[in-house]
């Protein structure tokens, strides 16, 4: 279904959400909202791994979680990446919802939910680049590969990379980093 709601209508009820359940975080993506999932521990240590090889490659960059962005044309949707990789002090002063202005790369880790195919794989690909974030990385755990999109067009990347786990791949810029996927095997159950 898609939502009626306006963009700060939609703000004000993820507020009053999580004051009814600590737990629920909402997103309005393509005109739909959905529940995020909570992440699972082997989803927490995707997320920790990737964070200490991006710092390590660049120090005054930070993995933010957690942080909403505003997304889409017009910047209408408003998503919560598992991770946004930006400069140390990108959202400073920004609140909940963020300008992604200065963000490098969107992160989602697939979660074990019936939406993550239709949530990760197509709305949230199309509204990052949209949005023009550079580099979107989708690592994949139901099919144990990292899809890696770049060169952001309008409504969509020109570029994907898929390479299953276990193999280096490289982020392109302005990220710059190669990644050795092996660590991620450990991670799928």
Same mark, same amino acid.
């Given at each position: 279904?898609?939502?009626?709601?306006?963009?700060?209508?939609?703000?004000?009820l &993820?507020?009053?959400?999580?004051?009814v359940?600590? #737990?629920l975080?909402?997103?309005?993506?393509? =005109?739909?909202?959905? /529940?995020? $999932?909570?992440?699972?521990?082997?989803?927490a /240590?995707?997320? #920790?791994?990737?964070t200490?090889?991006c710092?390590?490659?660049? #120090?005054? %960059?930070? !993995?933010?979680?957690?942080?909403?962005?505003?997304?889409?044309?017009?910047?209408?949707?408003?998503?919560? $990446?598992?991770?946004c990789? &930006?400069?140390?002090?990108?959202?400073?002063?920004?609140g909940? %919802?963020?300008?992604a202005? =200065?963000?490098l790369?969107?992160?989602?880790?697939?979660?074990?939910?019936?939406?993550?195919?239709?949530?990760?794989? /197509?709305?949230?690909?199309?509204?990052?680049?949209?949005?023009?974030?550079?580099?979107?990385?989708?690592?994949?755990?139901?099919?144990?590969?990292?899809?890696?999109?770049?060169? $952001?067009? =309008?409504g969509c990347?020109?570029?994907?990379?898929?390479?299953?786990?276990?193999?280096v791949?490289?982020?392109?810029?302005?990220?710059?980093?190669? !990644?050795?996927?092996?660590? !991620?095997?450990? %991670?799928?159950?």
């Open positions: 279904m898609v939502s009626v709601l306006s963009q700060e209508q939609f703000e004000e &993820a507020r009053l959400g999580v004051r359940e600590e #737990a975080r909402l997103e309005c993506v393509g =005109g739909r909202i959905w /529940e995020k $999932p909570m992440p699972d521990g082997d989803h /240590e995707i997320i #920790a791994w990737l200490r090889r710092v390590q490659a660049d #120090a005054g %960059w930070w !993995l933010h979680v957690g942080q909403g962005l505003r997304v889409e044309q017009g910047r209408k949707g408003n998503a919560r $990446p598992d991770g990789l &930006a400069p140390s002090d990108t959202f400073v002063g920004q909940e %919802w963020a300008d202005e =200065g963000v790369m969107a992160v989602e880790v697939t979660s074990r939910d019936h939406h993550t195919d239709r949530r990760d794989r /197509e709305d949230k690909p199309k509204a990052y680049a949209e949005t023009g974030i550079p580099v979107y990385l989708l690592i994949d755990r139901d099919t144990c590969e990292v899809k890696v999109h770049s060169q $952001p067009d =309008g990347y020109e570029m994907v990379l898929t390479v299953p786990f276990g193999k791949v490289s982020l392109p810029d302005p990220v710059g980093v190669d !990644l050795d996927t092996e660590p !991620l095997k450990g %991670w799928v159950h």
